[in-house]
């Protein structure tokens, strides 16, 4: 695979897990608990969320990615790709929160 392709994949997987778990943890509107176990215990509950879920999937599958593209290509010419992917969240963001999902 094309490594620019694999960070290409990188930053969409990684994109997607972020902005998932933001809408998702907007929605939920949890407040976590001061206390370790309450909190852990909230934690462990959100993780079952379908939505939730699919984010930890997304960047777990984004590092797959992200692996093929560093094999290929040297850090210094790989890393700076990854810079986008703040401006992509945000602007992902802007737009679909203003819609309702």
Do not use: C
């Not at 777990?60 to 692996?67: C, D, G, H, L, V």
């Not at 040297?74 to 986008?84: G, H, V």
Request: net charge positive; proline share 6%.
């Amino acid at each position: 695979m094309n490594p620019y392709l694999s960070i290409l994949f990188t930053l969409l997987f990684t994109v997607y897990g972020q902005v998932i778990l933001k809408w998702r943890m907007t929605d939920l509107k949890t407040e976590f608990p001061q206390e370790f176990l309450p909190k852990l215990l909230a934690f462990i509950k959100m993780l079952f969320d379908p939505f939730i879920f699919s984010g930890f999937a997304s960047a777990f599958i984004a590092s797959f990615f992200w692996m093929a593209a560093v094999s290929k290509l040297e850090l210094t010419k790989a890393y700076p790709f990854m810079s986008l992917a703040p401006a992509l969240v945000f602007f992902t963001w802007n737009n679909i929160s203003r819609r309702k999902f």
